[in-house]
């Protein structure tokens, strides 16, 4: 069964304690691997997307990198402005077509 | 930048009435979808539309319809609300599918029912 598992629930550091969120999966025929961010009350802002297994991506304090079971959100000396639930999908082939999967987030805490 | 719109910050709804939720994007967007959001249940897919006048069910279409007559509108339908659908709807875009592009989601709304 195709299935994202992100750890851990939530994640509390101090200003500048850098660290990193795991996203791990269980699809066939990997099409993308996404991250997003969500602040309270607002939808989901894109952030990557991954292809392939090596692949980088960076945005400012964040990196995100893929394995072939595996994604890592690197946040390096977070800042209070970076406290959000950070979310990880992925899209694989599906009867048909395509199905986008979510995790079930992670919760960042920043403390200045 | 794309901008999806969805009509309504907060609903409050009685049960048993029907209630439409509206979704407009103003990019030339294939696919909408909608989801809902609880408390650790994560996102959960409702329906979503790879074209004008087309849908398919999602993981939990239950309670739902959809409607899209023109390609930048998609609205959500309760047919007669009822309390445990009180959550945060979340409507989607995405350029094309299995291509990679993400999705752009509107900012949510939070409905009620009581």
């Known amino acids: 069964e195709d299935q994202v598992t992100q750890s851990p629930e939530a994640l509390r550091l101090q200003e500048g304690e850098s660290s990193s969120l795991n996203c791990s999966y269980t699809v066939s025929g990997l099409r993308g691997l996404f991250w997003y961010r969500q602040d309270p009350g607002k939808g989901p802002e894109f952030l990557f997307t991954l292809y392939s297994a090596g692949e980088e991506k960076e945005k400012e304090r964040l990196k995100a990198t893929l394995t072939k079971k595996e994604s890592f959100l690197h946040i390096t000396a977070p800042k209070p402005e970076d406290s959000a639930t950070y979310l990880c999908?992925?899209?694989?082939?599906?009867?048909?077509?395509?199905?986008?999967?979510f995790g079930a987030g992670t919760r960042l805490f920043v403390k200045a | 930048d794309v901008k999806v719109t969805q009509s309504s910050r907060y609903l409050v709804k009685r049960t048993g009435e029907k209630v439409f939720l509206e979704c407009v994007q103003d990019?030339?967007?294939?696919?909408m979808f909608w989801y809902r959001q609880d408390p650790g249940l994560g996102l959960r897919l409702i329906y979503f539309?790879?074209?004008?006048?087309?849908?398919e069910k999602g993981d939990i279409p239950e309670g739902y319809s959809v409607s899209r007559e023109k390609k930048e509108r998609f609205s959500l339908i309760l047919e007669s609300a009822s309390t445990n659908q009180t959550s945060m709807y979340l409507c989607?875009?995405?350029?094309?599918?299995?291509?990679?592009?993400?999705?752009?989601f509107g900012s949510g709304t939070r409905l009620t029912v009581v």
């Open positions: 999908a992925v899209q694989a082939r599906h009867t048909g077509g395509f199905k986008t999967i």
């Open positions: 989607a875009t995405q350029l094309v599918s299995g291509t990679g592009h993400g999705y752009t």
């Open positions: 990019m030339d967007h294939e696919n």
């Open positions: 539309s790879y074209d004008v006048k087309m849908k």
